[in-house]
Nanobody, 123 residues
Framework: VQLQASGGGLVQAGGSLRLSCAAS????????MGWFRQAPGKERELVAA????????YYTGSVKGRFTISRDNAKNTVYLQMNTLKPEDTAVYFC?????????????????WGQGTQVTVSS
């Protein structure tokens, strides 16, 4: 599966951005999707994940209540709505797919990765 992330940019603290990740290739609706981020000097972290039907979601603690992950299987796209952004949200954001149908949720491994999109939040 090929993934293409978009929607990053520069925003002031308190602002919002919506990231999109368009998928092509294998059947998008069959696998869980996740958004990761990596800030300079830090490890990559799973920010949010959504199950294949969208019934289950996962958020890391620092974004709960501010970020919302969703998917539109008809459009082969997963979204990350980011509200009340903070400077510490600044990072390169990646989308990823877990194509293993037997994986637990949230997935612990992801098989396919998109290119990153830069999110910069100014104070």
């Amino acid at each position: 599966v090929q993934l293409q992330a978009s929607g990053g940019g520069l925003v002031q603290a308190g602002g919002s951005l919506r990231l999109s990740c368009a998928a092509s290739g294998r059947t998008f609706s069959l696998y869980a999707m996740g958004w990761f981020r990596q800030a300079p000097g830090k490890e990559r972290e799973l920010v949010a994940a959504v199950s294949w039907r969208g019934a289950s979601t996962y958020y890391t603690g620092s974004v709960k209540g501010r970020f919302t992950i969703s998917r539109d299987n008809a459009k082969n796209t997963v979204y990350l709505q980011m509200n009340t952004l903070k400077p510490e949200d600044t990072a390169v954001y990646f989308c990823a797919a877990d194509v293993d149908p037997d994986s637990m949720f949230p997935p612990t491994t992801f098989d396919s990765w998109g290119q990153g999109t830069q999110v910069t939040v100014s104070s």
